[in-house]
Each structure stands twice: as C-alpha cells, then as structure tokens.
T-cell receptor
Framework: EAGVAQSPRYKIIEKRQSVAFWCNPISGHATLYWYQQILGQGPKLLIQFQNNGVVDDSQLPKDRFSAERLKGVDSTLKIQPAKLEDSAVYLC?????????????FGAGTRLSVL | AQRVTQPEKLLSVFKGAPVELKCNYSYSGSPELFWYVQYSRQRLQLLLRHISRESIKGFTADLNKGETSFHLKKPFAQEEDSAMYYCALRVQGAQKLVFGQGTRLTINP
C-alpha cells in the first residue's frame, strides 16, 4: 500500500513569511497527526485529527499555526508568520483506527528552514 | 505530565557485541511503550511494541513497571542496525505518542 505522502520535502523561507505543508494519509486511515521535530529532539505532537475533527491541539501554537483536514482525508498545516524557532522537520502520520492495535505510520517529513 | 527519557544521545558498539538502548518513562497510569527506528534516508517506522512481546530483527524490549523502563536489547549487533532509535509512550485512552529525544546507534565493523 502507498505510504503517507508529504510535500514539499524541503522549504526555505524568511522569518515573518508564511508557509504551508500538505499531507495525504494512507487510504482509509481515520486518524491523522502532525508532529514537529526540532533538531536533536524527538517528534512532538502538534495536532491530531479523527476524521475531520480535532482531537488534540493542546501543543499547537495557535497564534501562528493552523491546520485543517477537510473531508477527513488530506490535511494542511500552515505557519503564519514564521519565526526562526519554527525551523524543524514537520512529520505527518496516520493510523487506521482507535485501540491497542493502533499503529502510526509516518511520512518522510518536510524540512523547514526559517532564515 | 508524561515524559520519556533516553539518556544516551550517541551509542557506539562493535559488530557482534551486545547492544542496549536505554529508555525510562514517567507516567502514573498504564502505559503502552514503543520503539521506533529511523534508518538513514528512510522514514520513521515502528520497530516493536511491548504488548506484542515479540522479537524484531533480533531486538527485544521488556517493560519493567517497577523501574519504569523499556530498554531495547540485541545480543549481537549488526552493521545494518546503525540508525536513530526513539522510545515512545502512549498514554491510556489517548492515541498520541510522546517521544524521547532519540539515541543514534552506530555499529562499527
């Protein structure tokens, strides 16, 4: 089966600019996650969707970050305006269903550099 | 709050030697623990999880609730084991994963 698709793979912007990332989860996966991974750290959850509803966005900096999952399939994550500390890899993951068998599958990530 | 600690950022062992990657967690409830691995130029992928109690690529990990640990072990390291390893915790009733900072394992020939 096709994996989680993310684009772009790399993005370089200047601070105060806007940027958007796109994620296409594995077909049929109800749950979608966006993680931020800063260099030298493990991934940190930003937001979790169950179909098109938000389950957890407690660690999303809502003053500058936004995300949506229209129609419960693809998702976009936006940063506006970007700060230097937003430089990181943004990982999208999806999982098929809720429960103990719920395994997350990760995309290749988008590496963002804010100059 | 939940926390996962991987005390070693870097670990280097020789091929054929035993390897142990340490993971400790902080969580008052009943945790689910995972090990994820990222090989060079590949995406993050699940290696094993404690509820399966299985050995994957020769690796095993036992959940020790008394010591709040989930160390990853392999008796004889191979060069292809070189990768970044992340320990992760899923709290009861939730789906999100809390990751440790990762350990870069290098197997020397």
């Amino acid at each position: 089966e096709a994996g989680v698709a993310q684009s772009p793979r790399y993005k370089i912007i200047e601070k105060r600019q806007s940027v958007a990332f796109w994620c296409n989860p594995i077909s049929g996966h109800a749950t979608l996650y966006w993680y931020q991974q800063i260099l030298g750290q493990g991934p940190k959850l930003l937001i979790q969707f169950q179909n098109n509803g938000v389950v957890d966005d407690s660690q999303l900096p809502k003053d500058r970050f936004s995300a949506e999952r229209l129609k419960g399939v693809d998702s976009t994550l936006k940063i506006q305006p970007a700060k230097l500390e937003d430089s990181a890899v943004y990982l999208c993951a999806s999982s098929p269903h809720v429960g103990r068998e719920n395994i997350q599958y990760f995309g290749a990530g988008t590496r963002l550099s804010v100059l | 709050a939940q926390r996962v600690t991987q005390p070693e950022k870097l670990l280097s062992v020789f091929k054929g030697a035993p390897v142990e990657l340490k993971c400790n967690y902080s969580y008052s409830g009943s945790p689910e623990l995972f090990w994820y691995v990222q090989y060079s130029r590949q995406r993050l992928q699940l290696l094993l999880r404690h509820i399966s109690r299985e050995s994957i690529k020769g690796f095993t990990a036992d959940l020790n609730k008394g010591e709040t640990s989930f160390h990853l072990k392999k008796p004889f390291a191979q060069e292809e084991d070189s990768a970044m390893y992340y320990c992760a915790l899923r709290v009861q009733g939730a789906q999100k994963l809390v990751f440790g900072q990762g350990t870069r394992l290098t197997i020397n020939p």
